[in-house]
């Protein structure tokens, strides 16, 4: 394609939160190819992730993705800005599908600025901008980063995300951070959209369960593969394979052995493959019931 996409909103980069320059930041080569292609479900191709401000740009993101056997990427957009940047990404590239919302820990700051109704009005306009947008999110709630002061805007802008997904009928890509409960509990006082994926299931097996039960699929990314994470393997085991799909959350949350490095779509056979020995299951088996159930979520590129 010759045209040129759009540099990331606010200049060449967004600096990636909490990077550490005496951290070794240098990229991983390139695992081998997979046999059966699957679709990287949750990336975050306009966010830096250097110290240095470093930048893998779309363009070189999605051929090193496709390299590999990942030709499909879901842009998330996270803001205002992200969300138009991965409109107009998924537009110019076919590899490409967007996501569109307020983050959760975006939700009580553009609230205290008396900005929350406009932006979530953006988020509407934006939900319906382009075919090529398939999901509202990521939404839900971290009761990480977020204190709690804000929990209750928090919750009333998932509340509004959830609106829009069903409106819209578009999937709905959850973001839950120390807050399980709390989301299952919205999600069920609101009714769930037809399409719900927990992105980077952060769970444990009777979560996965209770996720399974309602027909939510569930996403891993490269935490699965990290050596404190037992119970997410666990829950992971539990799982159905035609409820699982796989994302980098890139650039952040990068698999062993490289973690601490930057992530990017290339990386996610190394997820895959520990996937598989953990569900016991060839990897070729698990890369087909992965790119069909992502399909079920996304529909077709």
Known sequence: MTSQIPQP??????????????????????????????????CHLDIA???????????????????????????????????????EAADRYPALLAGVALHPNEVPVLAAAGELDAALAEIDRLAGASPRVRAIGETGLDHFRTSEEGWKVQEDGFRAHIELAKRHDKALVIHDRDAHADVLRVLAEEGSPDRVLMHCFSGDADMARECVRRGYYLSFAGTVTFKNAASLREALATVPLGRVLVETDAPYLTPSPYRGRPNASYLIPLTVRHMAEVKGVDEADLCTAIAAATNEVFGSW
């Open 9 to 42: 909103p606010d200049g060449p980069t967004r600096a990636r939160a909490g990077a550490d320059d005496r951290r070794d930041r240098s990229r991983p080569e390139p695992p081998p190819p997979l046999r059966v292609p699957v679709a990287d479900s949750h």
């Open 49 to 87: 992730d250097g110290p240095d401000g470093s930048w893998l740009s779309a363009e070189d993101a999605i051929a090193r993705a496709a390299a590999v056997g990942v030709p499909h990427i879901v842009q998330i957009g996270c803001d205002l800005p992200g969300a138009r940047w991965a409109v």
